[in-house]
């Protein structure tokens, strides 16, 4: 099993920006992608970036790349968001996801799943 525990939400403007963490601990040697999904009130929850790999290959849904950055710290078993210029349409709960084996940044192919950090963007 694998834990995954988020930090980072809170309230901004804006034009602002936001760090989230993601700490995992437990077999996390078991997985081979990591992915921050988000789910906006009365909406589905969706993909926002992903992270997988030795080479740590990257993916982002549309409406934040450029704005976004997903990293990872491999020895401390965390995962970033790096969350620039926001908008109030960011506005989610963001949860943390991992993958024992990749198939896609989807949801569904998604083992494990942290409780989620709530970012509120005010305009």
């Known amino acids: 099993q694998v834990q995954l525990v988020e930090s980072g939400g809170g309230l901004v403007q804006a034009g602002g920006s936001l760090r989230l963490s993601c700490a995992a601990s437990g077999r996390t040697s078991s997985t081979d992608a990591m992915g921050w999904f988000r789910q906006a009130p009365g909406k589905e929850r969706e993909f926002v970036a992903g992270?997988?790999?030795?080479?740590?290959?990257?993916a982002y849904t549309d409406s934040v790349r450029g704005r976004f950055a997903i990293d990872r710290d491999t020895a401390a078993n965390t995962l970033y968001l790096q969350m620039n210029r926001l908008k109030p349409e960011d506005t989610a709960v963001y949860y943390c996801?991992?993958?024992?084996?990749?198939?896609?940044?989807?949801?569904?192919?998604?083992?494990?799943w942290g409780k989620g950090t709530l970012v509120t963007v005010s305009a």
């Open positions: 992270i997988r790999g030795n080479f740590g290959y990257t």
């Open positions: 996801a991992a993958a024992e084996r990749w198939s896609a940044w989807d949801r569904a192919a998604m083992n494990y």
